[in-house]
C-alpha cells in the first residue's frame, strides 16, 4: 500500500471527529502526506485550526502505527480502502463539507451508480412500514428503474430495505457503525453475506471500532451524501430516520417521507416532517419517480420492453454528445467534476449545458450537479 493511504490512515485517526478541519487541511495541503510534512506549521496552513489539533499533529508516531496495523487487516480481508478522489469513492460525497477522508468497503456495487437511493426509519417497524417498502421495490422493479438503495443495516426499516432491494434483483449498501472486524446486530449477518456479493458494506471507522451511540449519528451523513435523495418510510417524533433526512437537506438534497395516520405512534415524524415541508409526499414508486425526473427511464424500458425503436435525442452537436455520454455513464455530476471528465473548459460546458436543458435533455440539480433525462 502506497505511503499516501498510509498517512491519510494515520490523519483521521489524529482528527477523529473533526471532520471539516481535517478536510480542510487534506485539500489545501493536498493530501496525508502533506499534512505530515507540514506538521510543524500547520497553524501557517490553517490559522483557525485548534491549539488541541495543532499540538496532537505534532506526534504521528503512535497514529502511524495504528495505521500500520489496519493495512495488515484490510489487506487479509480483502478490504479495499478508498481515498476521497479516488475514482471509486462515492463522487456524491465529495460535495459535502463533512466527507470522510477515508471509507473502507467490501462488496461488489459501484457506489457511484446513477441512481442511488437511501431508505431509512424507525427501528421499531409496522406492518405498514414493511408493506410500503416492499411495494416500493416492486414497483421501482416493474417500471425498470433499478437503483442502488443505501441504509445503515439497523433494526426496522434499515433492514426490511436491504431485505427488499435484495429481493428485486437491486444491489444494496450498507453503512455501517463499526470497523468491518464485526457486524452489528449479529441477528443481520446472514443479510450481509448475501449483500457482500449484491452491494456491500461501507464503514469510516478502522477495525477495533465499537458500534458506539455517536458512531450511528456520525454515519448517517454517509447515508444521506452518498444518496440522491433519502426517503423516511416510518419514524417516531424523534429519531435516526429524522436526523438523516437533516442531514440530506443540509446538503441540497432530495428528502421524501410517507405519510402514516394521525396518531400513529411511528408516524408522527414524518407527518411531522411533511408538515413543515421538510420532506416531499409520496406515497407510490410513480411519485418518487416523478419528482427525481427518472419517468424518462420508465419509458425507455417500456419503448425497449415493446421492440420500439426511439430516437433518444434531437441533434446534438460532438460537444453535447460527449457530455451526454459522460452523464449516461457516470450518473449525476457537479459542474467541476464534469468539466475535468470532458475536458471542455467551464464556460464552454455552462453554455452548453444550458443549451441541453433548453433541449430536454439534461436538468440541473440542487447542489450544482446536472442530471441526464433520457438515457
Known sequence: MS?????????????GFNFQTALQLYRELGGGQAVYEHRADIIDVLPDCSPRLVK?????????????AELTFIQKHNIRPLLLGSPD?????????????????????????????????????????????????????TMGIQPLVVSGLAYGIDISAHTEALTQ???????????????YPPRHR???????????????????????????????????????ATVLVESAARGGGLITCGIAQD???????????????????CNQLI????????????????????????????AHSSGIERELFPNLS??????VKTLSERGDMQLNMLTVATNINIGSLTALLFQLEMKGVVRPLAGGSYHLISI
Open 169 to 183: 434483483g437491486f444491489e444494496t449498501v450498507g453503512v455501517l457503525a463499526h470497523g468491518l472486524d464485526e457486524l
Open 275 to 302: 408538515r413543515n415541508n421538510g420532506a416531499s409526499l409520496i406515497t407510490s414508486a410513480q411519485d418518487l419517480i416523478e419528482a427525481l425526473g427518472w419517468q424518462n427511464d420508465v419509458r425507455l424500458n417500456e
Open 56 to 68: 496532537a499533529l505534532q506526534n504521528w508516531d503512535e497514529a502511524l502505527a495504528r495505521a500500520e
Open 89 to 141: 469513492y462515492p463522487q456524491r460525497l465529495t460535495e459535502c463539507t463533512d466527507a470522510p477522508l477515508l471509507l473502507y468497503y467490501m462488496g461488489s456495487a459501484d457506489l457511484n451508480a446513477q441512481r442511488v437511493v437511501a431508505i431509512v426509519g424507525t427501528r421499531h417497524a409496522t406492518s405498514y412500514g414493511r408493506d410500503l417498502i416492499r411495494r416500493l421495490m416492486a414497483d421501482l422493479r
Open 318 to 323: 460532438a460537444e453535447e454528445q460527449l457530455i
Open 251 to 269: 446538503y441540497g438534497r432530495n428528502v421524501f417521507a410517507y405519510p402514516g395516520a394521525v396518531g400513529a405512534p411511528y408516524s408522527e415524524g
Open 190 to 228: 446472514d443479510t450481509a453475506k448475501q449483500m457482500l456479493h449484491q452491494g456491500g458494506l461501507l464503514t469510516e471507522y478502522m477495525s477495533q471500532t465499537k458500534a458506539d451511540k455517536l458512531n450511528f449519528v456520525k454515519r448517517n451523513r454517509i447515508v444521506a451524501g452518498m444518496s440522491d
Open 3 to 15: 505511503s499516501p493511504l498510509l498517512y491519510t490512515m494515520a490523519l483521521t485517526r489524529m482528527t
